[in-house]
């Protein structure tokens, strides 16, 4: 499932970040989280895994194209044990921003920025088109403005967004609070299994942001 010339994964990489110096707007950790969830979201729509009960189960071993997305089938193909939707999305976090990072770059969608400072230097990655690094904000915010029937696509992307906290895309139009009540309209609209893959990623996120264990 494509947002444009974007995987979901990708346009959830370009959310996270802000469009103009690519810099992240979230905690890495979580971030990490959220592109894990966007991953398995491409591979939902693509119909090469499903849920049951919660857990992830393949369907399909044939490729999709689309580089992270494939990354992700390997590892859920490679496992012989079933695994929940927390468990994938912890564990395909491990690994998914170099992979994200490495798809971009190749994709000449991203450039690499060094900052140095006195102590460390970090590395962010700048987007090379305004316009394709905005287009994910642009559909969530057109949906909520209109008010009107989301695409499964974006509905899922905002879902997860606003999951791991990236949560002005409704701004400066809209309050907080009438974005949270669009989201939660979104999220309880989201059919199987999608409703499932959000609140696997829900349950991740509060585990590493509260900590706790997995009663």
């Not at 994200?100 to 000449?108: C, F, G, I, S």
């Not at 907080?176 to 009540?181: D, T």
């Amino acid at each position: 499932m494509r947002l444009g010339d974007l995987s979901l994964c990708e346009a959830l990489f370009f959310l996270g970040h802000d469009p103009f110096t690519g810099r992240a707007r979230i905690r890495r950790d979580v971030l990490d989280i959220g592109l894990s969830a966007a991953a398995l979201a491409d591979l939902l729509f693509d119909e090469r895994i499903t849920l049951h009960h919660g857990t992830v189960v393949l369907i399909s071993r044939f490729a999709t194209g689309e580089p992270i997305a494939d990354r992700a089938l390997a590892r859920i193909m490679a496992e012989q044990a079933p695994h929940g939707v927390r468990d994938w999305v912890e564990h395909i976090a491990e690994t998914i921003y170099d992979t994200v990072v490495e798809t971009l770059t190749v994709r000449e969608l991203v450039t690499a920025k060094e900052k140095r400072g006195i102590f460390r230097h970090s590395l962010h990655y700048q987007p090379a088109d305004l316009r394709i690094a905005s287009t994910p904000r642009a559909a969530i915010r057109t949906a909520m403005i209109e008010n009107n029937r989301c695409t499964p696509a974006v509905a899922t992307l905002a879902s997860i967004a606003w999951s791991v906290g990236v949560d002005d895309f409704g701004e400066p139009e809209m309050s907080r609070k009438h974005s949270a009540g669009w989201v939660d309209r979104v999220k309880n609209a989201l059919t199987h299994p999608f409703g499932g893959l959000v609140s696997g990623t829900d349950a991740a996120v509060a585990a590493k942001v509260y900590g706790g264990g997995r009663g």
